[in-house]
Structure formats: structure tokens, C-alpha cells
């Protein structure tokens, strides 16, 4: 190759150029260019039957004019010093375009480019905007990382079989892939914390991984054969159309994320997994979620946590919520009848929350009226703010509170007594409140120790305190809840 070049080189200062660019150029084969004088040689060619590569010891600006179809791919890789590259009739690049480790690149003006294989555009730490001005239209891949881009211009792809992987653009602020329907795989991936995502027509994807962005935007998914990750994102609220079905669905560590709604996903053939988002308080928004074939992991601060239309879990159940949730009386009836399958643990293990030991106790959406009539009755019970506080440490609390308790409980027992004897039927419906109220506080303590067993079974406990016997409640739980 040094060779011809110096060839060449000889003949451009004989006056020959012109000859030589139409008849000695060898457009058919791969060719290095390590100076600007290389690339002339070859513009004559318009197509380049092989790679073009730019060696690495290429230093400053570089323009390839002339060709407009590479057949193999070009390659610029390492060559720390080129400041500025253009390919301004370039219109095909039938397999890679790779532009790896130029440090110094800051221009890259490709503005009739329509199609590559694959774009592999890597560690370009001064590359802040892209020249596509004609928009890339085909490309079997993108992989764009660890650029100083700030948008991604003129990649109107529609489609990228072998997928599009964005990581570590720390600068990058805007992804808009307006023409995209339909790819493999979506790696968006540590870049800048304020990335917007917008992928408008995205229709169909396998594998869609979303993290450190502040929005997401797909509200035309469709197919999802693979799994849906957002985790360490900004993202406020979460929402996708007509998707019906996936692998996995995963939202992990969203600090601000407070609104999931997958309004129509029916199901998944692996887990559904929502874990460490801590403003989510309501998790409804899956109205249609009916089958899932993994598992369903869900945990965090929620009060709310509802799967209306489930019907069939294969892998297992986790819902804990460190909140005032109470509403495992309808996942309890799906184990019941074996609609969940697998492990279940469904609880409310009451991390600070004052009355949590009661409500998690009467979760039952039947008695709903008594947590009310609980905390009205603890400023006389007096052991209970200690018992809130010290609710992790039960144990050590347990002793005292039972002491006051007895107390109360000697107290109220006098009075009723005093109070029966006067006036019969309306005290003994109020006493009999007083009496149940006590109860879960002595339960409390150990109920506080206990939910890593069976949480379901502390309702059933205080519906058996309620009324002594197990058969009765289990006839009035089910009625009750399936009004609901
Ligand atoms: C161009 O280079 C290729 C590969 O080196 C060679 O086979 C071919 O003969 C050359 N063509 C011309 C016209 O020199
Ligand atoms: C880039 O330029 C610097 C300074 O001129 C030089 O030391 C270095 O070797 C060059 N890098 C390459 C890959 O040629
Ligand atoms: C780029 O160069 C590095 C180091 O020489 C090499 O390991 C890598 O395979 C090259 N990549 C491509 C796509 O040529
Ligand atoms: C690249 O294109 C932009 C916009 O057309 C222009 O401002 C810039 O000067 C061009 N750079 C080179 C090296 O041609
Ligand atoms: C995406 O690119 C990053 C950086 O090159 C790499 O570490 C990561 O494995 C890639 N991810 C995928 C899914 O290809
Ligand atoms: C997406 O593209 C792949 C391969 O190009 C194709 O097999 C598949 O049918 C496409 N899916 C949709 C929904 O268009
Ligand atoms: C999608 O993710 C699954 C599981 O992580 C993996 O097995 C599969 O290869 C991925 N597919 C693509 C196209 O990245
Ligand atoms: C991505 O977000 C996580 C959690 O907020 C943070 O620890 C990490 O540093 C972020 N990464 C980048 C590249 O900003
Ligand atoms: C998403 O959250 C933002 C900020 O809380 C809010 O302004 C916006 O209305 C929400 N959008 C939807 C669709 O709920
Ligand atoms: C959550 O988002 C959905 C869809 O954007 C919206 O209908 C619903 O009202 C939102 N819920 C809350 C609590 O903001
Ligand atoms: C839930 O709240 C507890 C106590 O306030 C806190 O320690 C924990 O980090 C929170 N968890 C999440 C996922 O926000
Ligand atoms: C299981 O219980 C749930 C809730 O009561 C009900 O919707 C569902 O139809 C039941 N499934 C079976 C198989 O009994």
C-alpha cells in the first residue's frame, strides 16, 4: 500500500493526477488512507470495492470526496488525532461504520449517508453533534458509547436487526428515534441523568433496558418478546399503550418514579419485578395483568397495590410494603384457591408505622372500620407510642406494654361491669369494641416478630379473636371481600 502510494505521489508531482485518478486509482480493493493526498487518489472511484480505513497516525482533518458507496466497511480506529472527517458524497457503507478512540474528532459531516450495517461509534470524548443530514435510514446496528454527544441528529432509522446500544454518552440529553418501529434490542444506558427518551413508533422490541434518563416515551409498543427494565431513572411516571404481553417487566431503583400504568399488558412469561422505587406509593396501574409465568416481586413503601385481573402466577409471590398497606386479603383468596402458585409471601412488616401491627392485623377490608376506633382508644392505652417507636424492638417493649395493658384492660373490665349493670345493650356493643382493640396490642408485639412466616395468617388471628371460632370468619371473609 505505502508503496502504490508513493507511486502516486510521484506521479501527482510529474502533473499527472488526473490520469492516475481515473485510470491507476485500484477501486477495488481495501485501501489505508494516511493522508489527505491518499484519499484524492481514490475519489475518482465512486465506489470502493473492499474497506476504507484511515490509519492511525492520520492527524488533523481528512476529506473523503468522491465516493459514494463503500462495499466493506469504514474504519477509523485509534487515530487519536484527527480532528474533522467528511464524507460529503458517501451514501452507503454496506457493513460498518466503526469511528473508535479519535480523541480528537470534533467534526463528522457525513450528510448524505442513508445506510450502513452496522455504526459503532465509541469513545469520541469531542464528537457533540452528528452531520447525517440526509438521515440514516437502514442500519443493522448502533452502538453509540462514550461520546460527547449532545443529540443523536439524523439517525432515522426504521429499523436496527442487531439492535441499538446507547451507554455512557454522559452529555447526552435527547434521544429521539421518530422513524423507529422495530429493534432487537434498546441498551439506553448511563448518559447523561437528563435524558429524554422519545421512541414515538416503536412498535416492536425485544430486549428494552432504560436507565439514568428522566422520560421514556413508548406509547406505541406492541411486542415486547423479551424483557422491559427501567431502573435508576428520574422518570416521574411510567406509561405504555396497547403492550399486552412481555418476558420480564422490571422497575428498579426509580427514586422519583410515582405512576406505572401498563393499562392492557395481560401477560408475562416471566417475572414482573418492582423493587426499590421509593415514591411509588399506588402500584394500580395494571388493570389487565391476568397471567404470569414467573414471578411477581413486588416491594418497597407502597399503600397501595392491586393486580385486578390476575388469575395465575406460576413462580411464586412476594409483595412487601414497609407502609400502611393492606391489601393482601385479595392476593391471600388467589393462594387460596391456587391461582398463585409457588412460595407466597404476602405482608406488611410495619417498619415505624404506629398502628401498623393493628392494620396489617385488620387488613380484612371488612372490618375497615376499626383502625379509627384503634388509634382513639391508644392515647388511654399510654403503652402504645412506646410501642410505635420501639416497634422494631418489640420484644424489649413487650413486658411494659403488656403491664399497661393488663392495667387498661383490669380498668375497662371494672367499668364495663359498672356500666352493664345500668344500661345493658348499648355498652356491650361499645365494650365489646373496647375489649377487640386491646387485643391486637397484645397480639402486636408478637405479631411484629412474626410476619416473615405467614402474614395471612395474623388476619385470621384477630378474626379469631373477634369471634373465637376459625370456621365462621373463613364463611364471612370470603363474602365480604368478594363484594369488593
Ligand atoms: C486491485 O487490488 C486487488 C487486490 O489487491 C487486485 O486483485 C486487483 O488486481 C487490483 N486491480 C487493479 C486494477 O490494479
Ligand atoms: C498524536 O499526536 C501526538 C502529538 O503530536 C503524538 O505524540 C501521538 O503519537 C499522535 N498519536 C498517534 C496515534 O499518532
Ligand atoms: C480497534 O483497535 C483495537 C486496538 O487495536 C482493536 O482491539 C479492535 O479490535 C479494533 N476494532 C475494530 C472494530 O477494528
Ligand atoms: C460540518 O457540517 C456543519 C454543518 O453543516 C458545518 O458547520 C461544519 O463546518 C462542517 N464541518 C466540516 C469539517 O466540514
Ligand atoms: C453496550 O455498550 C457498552 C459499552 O461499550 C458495553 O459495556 C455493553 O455491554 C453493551 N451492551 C450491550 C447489551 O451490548
Ligand atoms: C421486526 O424485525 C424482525 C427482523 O427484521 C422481523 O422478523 C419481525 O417480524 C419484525 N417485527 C415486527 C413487529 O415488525
Ligand atoms: C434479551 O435478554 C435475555 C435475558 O437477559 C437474553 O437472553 C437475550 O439474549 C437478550 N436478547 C437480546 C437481543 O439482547
Ligand atoms: C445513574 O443513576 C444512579 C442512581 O441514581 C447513579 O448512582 C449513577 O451514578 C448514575 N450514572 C450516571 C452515569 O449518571
Ligand atoms: C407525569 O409527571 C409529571 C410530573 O409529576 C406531571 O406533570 C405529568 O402530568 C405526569 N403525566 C402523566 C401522564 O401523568
Ligand atoms: C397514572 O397515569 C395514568 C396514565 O397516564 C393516569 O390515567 C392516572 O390518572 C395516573 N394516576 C395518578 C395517581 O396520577
Ligand atoms: C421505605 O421506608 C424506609 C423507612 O422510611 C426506608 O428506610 C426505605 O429505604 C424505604 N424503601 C424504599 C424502597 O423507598
Ligand atoms: C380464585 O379466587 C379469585 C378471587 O376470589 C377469583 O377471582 C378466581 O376466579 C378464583 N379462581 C379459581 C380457579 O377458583
Same mark, same amino acid.
Given at each position: 500500500m505505502a508503496v502504490r502510494t508513493n507511486y502516486l505521489t510521484v506521479l501527482a508531482v510529474l502533473g499527472l493526477i488526473p490520469i492516475v485518478q481515473v485510470q491507476g486509482a485500484n477501486c477495488s480493493s481495501t485501501v489505508v488512507i494516511s493522508s489527505q493526498s491518499d484519499a484524492n487518489d481514490i475519489?475518482?472511484?465512486?465506489?470502493?470495492?473492499g474497506d476504507v480505513q484511515i490509519a492511525e497516525n492520520y492527524a488533523n482533518s481528512l476529506a473523503l470526496t468522491g465516493?459514494?458507496?463503500?462495499?466493506?466497511s469504514l474504519v477509523v480506529n485509534?487515530?487519536?488525532?484527527?480532528?474533522s472527517f467528511t464524507a460529503p458524497d458517501l451514501i452507503i457503507i454496506e457493513k460498518n461504520l466503526e469511528l473508535i478512540s479519535c480523541i480528537l474528532l470534533t467534526d463528522l459531516n457525513m450528510?448524505? @449517508?442513508?445506510? =450502513?450495517g452496522d455504526m459503532n461509534l465509541e469513545a469520541l470524548p469531542n464528537l457533540q453533534r452528528l452531520y447525517f443530514d440526509s438521515g440514516v435510514r437502514a442500519a443493522g446496528g448502533i452502538s453509540i458509547t462514550n461520546t460527547g454527544l449532545v443529540k443523536l441528529d439524523g439517525l432515522e432509522i426504521t429499523s436496527a436487526s442487531n439492535g441499538i446500544n446507547i451507554t455512557a454518552n454522559t452529555a447526552l440529553t435527547d434521544i429521539s428515534f421518530n422513524s423507529l418501529t422495530n429493534t432487537s434490542s434498546l441498551f439506553i444506558q448511563a448518559n447523561s441523568n437528563k435524558l429524554a427518551v422519545n421512541?414515538?413508533? @416503536?412498535?416492536? =422490541?425485544?430486549n428494552l433496558t432504560v436507565t439514568n434518563t428522566t422520560s421514556l416515551s413508548i406509547p406505541s409498543l406492541y411486542h415486547l418478546t423479551g424483557q422491559l427494565q427501567i431502573s435508576s431513572s428520574r422518570i416521574n411516571n411510567f406509561s405504555t399503550g396497547p403492550l399486552q404481553a412481555g418476558t420480564d417487566i422490571v422497575f428498579m431503583d426509580?427514586?422519583?418514579?410515582?405512576n406505572i400504568s401498563m393499562p392492557d399488558l395481560t401477560s408475562l412469561s416471566g417475572d414482573l419485578i418492582i423493587t426499590g422505587n421509593s415514591a411509588l406509593k399506588e402500584i394500580n396501574g395494571f388493570a389487565s395483568l391476568a397471567n404470569v409465568q414467573g414471578i411477581i416481586d413486588v416491594t418497597g413503601n407502597y399503600t397501595e397495590f392491586t393486580l385486578p385481573a390476575l388469575q395465575d402466577v406460576k413462580g411464586g409471590f412476594t409483595a412487601t410494603s414497609q407502609s400502611d398497606f393492606d391489601g393482601c386479603d385479595i392476593f391471600n383468596e388467589l393462594r387460596e384457591n391456587n391461582s398463585i402458585q409457588g412460595s407466597y409471601i404476602c405482608s406488611t412488616p410495619g417498619g415505624s408505622a404506629t398502628s401498623s401491627g393493628s392494620i396489617s392485623t385488620a387488613g380484612s377490608t371488612s372490618i375497615s372500620s376499626i383502625p379509627p376506633e384503634i388509634t382513639s382508644t391508644q392515647p388511654s392505652g399510654g403503652g402504645t407510642p412506646s410501642l410505635s417507636t420501639g416497634a422494631k424492638a418489640a420484644i424489649g417493649v413487650c413486658i411494659p406494654v403488656v403491664i399497661i395493658v393488663i392495667l387498661a384492660l383490669l380498668f375497662f373490665w371494672r367499668r364495663r361491669r359498672r356500666r352493664a349493670n345500668e344500661e345493658l345493650p348499648r355498652s356491650n356493643d361499645g365494650q365489646v369494641h373496647g375489649e377487640f382493640t386491646f387485643k391486637p396490642e397484645l397480639e402486636g408485639s408478637p405479631v411484629t416478630t412474626r410476619p416473615s412466616q405467614k402474614p395471612e395468617l395474623d388476619a385470621r388471628d384477630n378474626e379469631v379473636g373477634r369471634s373465637s371460632t376459625l370456621v365462621p370468619i373463613e364463611l364471612h371473609n370470603t363474602p365480604e371481600t368478594s363484594i369488593h
Open positions: 475519489s475518482s472511484c465512486n465506489t470502493i470495492d465516493i459514494t458507496h463503500i462495499t466493506g485509534g487515530t487519536t488525532n484527527i480532528t450528510t448524505e @449517508l442513508t445506510l =450502513v421512541l414515538p413508533n @416503536l412498535v416492536a =422490541v425485544q426509580n427514586a422519583l418514579l410515582s
